[in-house]
């Protein structure tokens, strides 16, 4: 898989750094050479979208960043892109100095967006400064009133700011004034259930904080992805802002491409396993994501990788109670690759792109990460399409007690994983220890990247 698709090359790799790509290469005397003929190779792939590090009220998530990055490289997921959500009244630096800390046991490279839970000037006049520290992405909330929303002038205001200075703003589109109102009232009736956590913030919610959101995009053209996407509805209104040149972008999740809201039909100690937000939804909604991925309308498969231990869901006794997350950091190519790839929807090219490609152009990676070009990282993923993998085998399902993939033996498997040069995991052998992970500075968004990933501009684009 290289710059200019899928080609039968050699790949020469020095210290940390891919050097040559071609055809027909000599090694030298003492050079170590790995035959890989009737496998794939891919860049290694970056998940834009986890959460390693985060308390919801008394509840800190399963995995961090030791366990989850062991998760990830056995899934081939050599770079993390972890929210940094600072407490409330925490300052942005504070809350940086705590992810900094606790990244330095990750295992896989790893860079930051950084949540804004309120904006007045002096936020604002921050946020050209953490682009300068190479922190490019910047989250914005409608939903959760209690903790981060946002009001729609306060969000024009930060992407007035963060798209002129080459960043790109990432969206928690729910109405969250709405989804309340629903709880508040499923509550007040006694209604409890998991199902409720679905019927209390229903399709209409996304798809009316969706539209606000393109206004805005209309009215600053800030580069805006909207994160974890999870209805059909909404893919039609990205695809129509898409056909007038708004620069707008989506990002879907293993769970909603695979998981309908009859798991939260359960029994409740099964069910609320399967809270996240937005809720998973139906299996027409999941093939209309699957539609978005093959004709472009979304760009990005990622986790939002967010899982609770039991202990801290069983202590709810209603839906409203659930620390929300699911599961998937590990199992993102599998499940990709098996509705993607194995079930025909689309190539290996594709495949590449929503997994690696794209995530490290939005992020500002490429072409250091997402490619396998001179001058890119040594990041490799070694690919058996005919070889299989169980979801549930460790460290693929990382820390967490619930694991909603167990059980399931998915098409394709990753025979061996590289990061910068280093062979990290080789079937069912984790060698990357903590620490080895290194902070990756992001660019800002280059014209360029913004017109490929627009579909503008249909060549490959390569700038070291
Ligand atoms: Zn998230």
């Known amino acids: 898989m290289t710059p200019m698709g899928l080609a039968p090359v050699d790949i020469v790799v020095e210290d940390e750094t891919i050097v040559w790509v071609g055809v027909d290469c000599d090694p030298s005397e003492g050079d170590m050479v790995v035959d890989l003929a009737g496998l794939y190779v891919l860049p290694g792939f970056v998940d834009m ?5 985060l308390r919801v009220g008394q509840y800190s998530v399963a ?9 990830a490289l056995a899934g081939g997921t050599t770079t993390v892109v972890e929210y940094v959500t600072p407490d409330p009244g925490e300052t942005f630096t504070s809350a940086l100095d705590r992810w900094r800390r606790v990244s330095e046991k990750s295992r896989a490279d790893y860079a930051f967006h950084v949540c804004i839970p309120r904006v007045t000037d002096d936020v604002l006049d921050e946020l050209p400064g953490l682009i300068r520290q190479g922190i490019t992405g910047f989250k914005v909330f409608l939903a959760y009133p209690d903790r981060l929303m946002l009001s729609t002038a306060e969000i024009g205001r930060v992407m007035s700011v963060v798209g002129p200075a080459g960043g790109v703003v990432f969206v928690h589109a729910e109405d969250g004034v709405e989804v309340e109102r629903l709880r508040a009232e499923a509550v007040s009736m006694g209604r409890k259930a998991p199902i409720e956590h679905a019927r209390t913030r229903p399709a209409r919610t996304e798809v009316e904080a969706v539209s606000l959101i393109l206004d805005l995009v209309e009215k600053t053209r800030c580069p805006t992805v909207v994160v974890h996407v999870s209805c059909g509805e909404t893919m039609e209104l990205l695809a129509e802002a898409r056909s007038r040149g708004l620069p707008v972008f989506g990002e879907t999740c293993p769970h909603y491409l695979w998981l309908t809201e009859r798991q939260l039909l359960r029994p409740f100690e099964e069910a609320i396993h399967y809270i996240c937000s937005p809720p998973i939804r139906t299996a027409s909604d999941a093939m209309k994501l699957w539609d978005g991925l093959c004709t472009g309308v979304l760009q990005f498969v990622a986790t939002d990788h967010c899982p609770f231990f039991s202990e801290a869901r069983n202590s709810a006794d209603s839906f409203d109670k659930v620390p929300n997350g699911i599961s998937g950091i590990g199992a993102r190519f599998n499940l990709t690759f098996a509705g993607g790839l194995y079930s025909g929807r689309f190539g290996m090219e594709r495949l590449a792109h ?8 939005i992020c500002g990676l490429y072409p250091r990460k997402g490619v396998i070009a001179p001058g890119a990282d040594a990041d490799l993923v070694v690919v058996d399409p005919f070889g299989r993998t169980d979801l549930g085998e460790e460290p693929l399902a990382g820390a967490c007690d619930f694991n909603p993939w167990e059980g399931i033996e998915a098409p394709g498997r ?21 620490g080895r992970g290194r902070f990756q500075e992001r660019r800002r968004l280059s014209h360029n990247l913004l017109a490929h990933l627009l579909g503008k501009d249909m060549a490959w684009i390569f700038c070291p």
């Open 49 to 53: 979208h986890t959460h390693l590090h």
């Open 63 to 71: 995995d961090d960043f030791q366990t989850g990055t062991a998760a």
């Open 354 to 361: 929503v997994l690696s490609t794209h995530p490290a152009m």
């Open 414 to 434: 990753l025979l061996a994983v590289m990061g910068r040069g280093e062979w990290l995991w080789r079937e069912h052998d984790l060698s990357a220890k903590p």
